[in-house]
């Protein structure tokens, strides 16, 4: 038999979902089954927990786990608060495919979203961590004050462009 079961431990779960949207128990069930949890309220608990902020969004929710209580918190992915922040209208995933996040957002949007993403970043300076958005701009498909994210990453490097210490 496995060992038994530490109530007083402190376990952490990592989990995507879709913001608002309640996943499938079965996705769920292998990781939070030996813990003593139900797959299907904590479902109903991360897609209660998203539903506000991340609706339609794919997001990582940390899962914290003490005495079979589970607690759900969002870690924002740097593509989702990019996303985000062009504050487009919530679109249902099962019939709008494939789509194209044109918009454009404010530098200062960037320098906000690489402060939130500081203690994940590999960077050494916040300079490094605007330029690893500014990479994640051009992935999703937006402008950064109508520029190109590449060319605004080259203006950094060259000084035309100041990004504050912290």
């Not at 079965?26 to 479902?43: D, E, M, N």
């Not at 929710?61 to 740097?78: E, G, H, I, M, W």
């Not at 995933?93 to 044109?102: A, F, G, L």
Request: charged residues 30%; contains cysteine; aromatic residues 2%.
């Amino acid at each position: 038999m496995p060992p038994k079961f530490d109530p007083t431990a402190i376990i952490e779960v990592y989990v995507r979902a879709t913001g608002g949207e309640v996943g499938a128990a079965s996705s769920l069930a292998p990781k939070l089954g030996p813990l003593g949890l139900s797959p299907k309220k904590i479902g109903e608990d991360i897609a209660k927990e998203t539903a506000k902020d991340w609706k339609g969004l794919r997001v990582t929710c940390k899962l914290t786990v003490q005495n079979r209580q589970a607690k759900v918190s969002v870690v924002p992915s740097a593509s989702a608060l990019v996303i985000k922040a062009l504050k487009e209208p919530f679109r249902d995933r099962k019939k709008v495919k494939n789509v194209k996040h044109s918009g454009n957002i404010t530098m200062d949007d960037v320098i906000d979203i690489a402060r939130i993403m500081r203690p994940r970043s590999m960077a050494r300076e916040l300079k490094g961590t605007v330029k690893e958005i500014l990479g994640t701009a051009t992935s999703v498909g937006c402008t950064v004050d109508g520029e190109d994210p590449r060319d605004m990453q080259s203006m950094i490097d060259e000084g035309d462009v100041e990004v504050p210490d912290n």
